[in-house]
């Protein structure tokens, strides 16, 4: 009998479960991602389409190996300090965003969380982080080196359009290291016989009546700084700028590829799609303290349906140093 006993028992630990008893398994933890982006939920900047397909060329998937709380600024950078605090609250491994006003939020909502910053402007000179080898606390990421280029931009877009004389300079009101180009570009501006306009707005509801006083100072041509605002209302910006007759400059091949004549800078969708690296990096134990920051190469794209568009012909010399030409 004690062996009949036996061979039952051995028999029925044996036996596959009946379908839906799962014997239960000692799991990991699963990380926890905070995103905060500045951009509306409906229309997002291009960054973070691009940094979720980085996630998943890294073999992350949502909601399996990588649960994700989103929080979106809705294009209202006033929102983003209440965000980021909630996102921490959320005690996540890493915070994940772009754009210095969010990179501000996310600092001052935690000192220990690493965070991973995927466009950042002059962050040494912001005083976001220490250096750009050697970042320090709790931030790091890569960023566009706006500084660098925004005189080079100014200069190519007056080799494309070279009758112009006055060009505006559009910045968003809450991006400070952007705000001051005009003042930052007088040098070449005053080499390039060029007067510049400084125009602001944090609201795509402002648009028109920016272009509108534009059009009324005599702005020529147009130059686009750095915004997650302006990225993610691109094209209806560059309908007005087209609808004006501005020939436009901006710092990003998205702009071009979405009517802009001219861009000049990185490809911040390459930034960001690069930026899941630093995230997985951090999530296998790597301090953000120890990862440099990240600088661009440059590139320049010309769309030549715009110059059509607005009856211009860009120089052979200029479409031969063009990374791109979109035809």
């Given amino acids: 009998m004690r062996h009949l006993i036996g ?78 605090a909630e996102l921490v609250g ?50 790091t990421g890569l960023e566009l080196r706006s500084g660098e280029v925004v005189g080079k931009r100014l200069e190519l ?12 300079v559009l910045s968003e009101s809450s991006e400070p290291a952007t705000a001051a180009a005009p003042r930052a570009l007088a040098q070449e501006a005053q080499a390039l016989g060029v007067a510049l306009q400084r125009v602001e707005t944090g609201s795509p509801a402002a648009f028109e009546e920016v ?10 041509a147009l130059l686009i700084m750095e915004s997650a605002l302006f990225a993610a209302h691109r094209l209806p910006l560059l309908a007005l700028a087209l609808r004006h007759r501005l020939p436009t400059m901006a710092y990003g091949r998205h702009y071009a590829e979405s009517g802009s004549l001219l861009s000049y800078g990185a490809d911040p969708r390459e930034l960001c799609q690069r ?20 600088r661009p190469t440059f590139q320049l794209v010309v769309n030549l349906k715009t110059a059509q568009a607005l009856g211009l012909t860009i120089a052979p010399t200029l479409l031969f140093q063009a990374h791109e030409v979109i035809r």
């Avoid at 877009?157 to 505006?168: F, G």
């Avoid at 272009?211 to 020529?220: I, L, P, V």
Wanted: net charge neutral; aromatic share 4%; proline share 11%.
């Fill in 7 to 84: 061979l039952i028992v051995t028999l029925v630990l044996a036996m596959p479960l009946p379908l839906g008893i799962v014997m239960a398994q000692p799991r990991g933890k699963i990380p926890r991602l905070g995103l905060l982006d500045p951009s509306p939920q409906q229309r997002p900047a291009p960054c973070l389409p691009a940094f979720q397909q980085g996630l998943r060329n890294l073999g992350y998937v949502e909601g399996q190996n990588l649960l994700v709380d989103y929080r979106y600024a809705e294009g209202q950078p006033d929102r983003l300090p209440a965000l980021a």
């Fill in 157 to 168: 877009l007056k080799v494309a359009v070279p009758m112009i004389t006055q060009v505006a």
């Fill in 275 to 294: 930026s899941a690296v630093f995230v997985d990096k951090i999530l296998k134990g790597t301090k953000p303290a120890d990862l440099p920051i990240e």
């Fill in 211 to 220: 272009f509108t006083a534009m059009a009324d100072s005599g702005a020529e």
């Fill in 90 to 139: 959320r005690g996540p491994d890493v915070l994940w965003l772009h754009g210095n006003p969010a990179a501000w939020a996310a600092k001052l909502a935690t000192t220990t969380i690493p965070i991973v910053a995927a466009v950042l402007n002059e962050p040494v000179e912001e005083g976001l982080v220490t250096s750009l080898a050697r970042p320090g606390g709790n931030l």
